[in-house]
């Protein structure tokens, strides 16, 4: 999985406030809590969520 730093780094890209920051670090600490398949799935969901047109 992502270290906290690269993850933070990524989030940068959208310009989070803090509030965003905090409820993305607390996403990830759920997430990394769950077994490999629904954690994987999760991840790929967020990824095409993000490349969609409706994100750009």
Not at 15 to 27: F, I, K, N, T
């Amino acid at each position: 999985m992502d270290t906290p730093s690269s993850y933070e780094a990524a989030m940068e890209l959208f310009s989070p406030d803090q509030d965003m920051r905090e409820a993305g670090a607390q996403l990830k600490k759920l997430v990394d809590t769950l077994p490999q398949k629904p954690r994987e799935s999760i991840i790929k969901l967020m990824e095409k969520i993000a490349q969609s047109s409706l994100c750009n």
